[in-house]
Structures are given as structure tokens and as C-alpha cells.
């Protein structure tokens, strides 16, 4: 289990879950980084990109349930 208050573990579970493309609990981890220290910029940097990752994973989903609709009506 990690330390509540340890900022490089809640830092580096972050990037981990990130690199698994586990955007949503990733973003929790960094959300707890800010938490400990709410101007700690990798955290800051990293939860942006998880963000971004995760609103591109849910856009391409709607764009492929879509096309998945559109070829069963032809």
C-alpha cells in the first residue's frame, strides 16, 4: 500500500497507471499529488495528459459506435 502522504509514489503510480492507459485512476493518483502540493508541475502535467487521453479514448469510442450503427443499416 502506499504512504498517503509520499508524493513521488502517488507521482509515479500516475505515470504507471497512464502507461496501462488506465486514464481514470491515474488522474486520481495525480489528483493526490495536487492534494500534498497543489503547485507540483509534473503532477499537474501528468493529470493533463491523462485528461486529454482519456476525453481521445472516449471520442474514438463514440466515433467507432457510430460506424458500428451506420454498416448494420446498409
Known amino acids: 500500500s ?4 509520499c508524493l513521488i509514489a502517488w507521482l509515479d503510480r500516475g505515470g504507471a ?3 496501462l492507459r488506465r486514464y ?3 488522474i486520481l493518483a495525480y489528483d493526490r499529488v495536487l492534494m500534498i502540493d ?6 499537474r502535467n501528468g493529470k493533463q495528459f491523462a485528461v486529454a487521453a482519456l476525453m481521445q479514448e472516449k471520442n474514438d ?3 467507432l459506435m457510430e460506424i458500428t450503427v451506420l454498416n448494420t443499416k446498409t
Do not use: F, K, V, Y
Open 17 to 19: 497507471l497512464c502507461n
Open 2 to 5: 502506499i504512504d498517503p502522504n
Open 61 to 63: 469510442h463514440q466515433r
Open 38 to 43: 497543489s503547485t507540483h508541475e509534473p503532477a
Open 24 to 26: 481514470e485512476e491515474a
